[in-house]
């Protein structure tokens, strides 16, 4: 990881292109690496996908995996995983981040795969959402989970 930067954003088999675009503009603004795990629903040239990220695509720091398997063998420290699911029983609040951290987010239809979330315990977080829906947007939830991570970190 490039020392300047704060997380790793993981998105797993992204399906829209607005959602991407709109996360790698989080990405740049938060100074966070993006990690995009495939099968995706869009090529990375979607007019969509850069419409969305406007003129600060080129800004962003970002990798692309064919696999989940691929990504996985990339992460030094699993400990530092922290996976968002509306399944998981614990609030990103409790959470303590560290800079460096790998923040994954699921596909827009499913989410995570529900035994992955189990298998990691505590390291599964929930966004509360005290209103009558069933989930946030992809984009609005990595933006939350970033800014709370900035503001652990002081920044």
């Given at each position: 990881?490039?020392?300047?930067?704060f997380f790793r954003i993981v998105l797993i088999e992204p399906e829209i292109p607005q959602n991407t675009g709109n996360v790698g503009r989080t990405?740049?603004?938060?100074?966070?690496?993006?990690?995009?795990?495939?099968?995706?629903?869009?090529?990375?040239?979607?007019?969509?996908?850069?419409?969305?990220?406007?003129?600060?695509?080129?800004?962003?720091?970002?990798?692309?995996?064919?696999?989940?398997?691929?990504?996985?063998s990339m992460v030094a420290n699993p400990e530092r995983v922290f996976l968002f699911s509306t399944k998981a029983k614990k609030s990103l609040y409790?959470?303590?981040?560290?800079?460096?951290?790998?923040?994954?987010?699921?596909?827009?239809?499913?989410?995570?795969?529900?035994?992955?979330?189990?298998?990691?315990?505590?390291?599964?977080?929930?966004?509360?959402?005290?209103?009558?829906?069933?989930?946030?947007?992809?984009?609005?939830?990595?933006?939350?989970?970033?800014?709370?991570?900035?503001?652990?970190?002081?920044?």
């Open positions: 990881m490039d020392s300047k930067h990405c740049v603004a938060t100074l966070c690496e993006l990690h995009l795990v495939g099968p995706m629903g869009f090529e990375i040239s979607d007019k969509n996908l850069k419409r969305a990220g406007l003129d600060y695509w080129q800004h962003l720091n970002w990798y692309q995996y064919q696999t989940l398997d691929q990504w996985l409790s959470a303590e981040f560290q800079r460096g951290d790998w923040l994954v987010f699921g596909k827009e239809t499913k989410g995570l795969s529900p035994p992955w979330v189990q298998e990691v315990g505590d390291r599964a977080l929930m966004i509360p959402q005290p209103g009558p829906v069933r989930s946030l947007n992809l984009a609005t939830s990595v933006a939350i989970a970033a800014y709370e991570g900035l503001r652990q970190l002081g920044i």
